[in-house]
């Protein structure tokens, strides 16, 4: 997905590059250190503002969960699983759940929904198993 307002930078490149083979949602300091393999001398305020700068322009999407943020590439549209004792993020995809949101939203005076996403909160099986 390319956009003409964008400039492509390397770093921007290495963070995209990063986040389309990362399995999960990183947190800022995942992509820091991952991206500092290829591009040792990238400050960690560089990757920040590059993640911020990517989330706001839409080509990866930003999850919030406990105050930290994450980020992914996944820009299909998509709900998360997100456990209360470790954080972990997980993707649930739901076609008919997507569709009945939108059809709430569709419904909002003044106001034109885009997407919808769902967050659902509760305890994931790893951290049940050591209850």
Known sequence: MKQTDIKYT??????LDFLKEFDGHPTVDDVYEGVRQKLTRISKATVYNNLKFLAQK???????VKGV?????NLVPHHHTICIECGEIKDYESEDLSEYAMSIANKIDNFKVQSSDTNFYGICKKCMEME
Do not use: A
């Open 69 to 73: 943020s994450r980020f992914e590439s």
């Open 58 to 64: 839409g080509l990866i999407k930003e999850v919030n």
């Open 10 to 15: 390397n770093q921007r490149i290495e963070i």
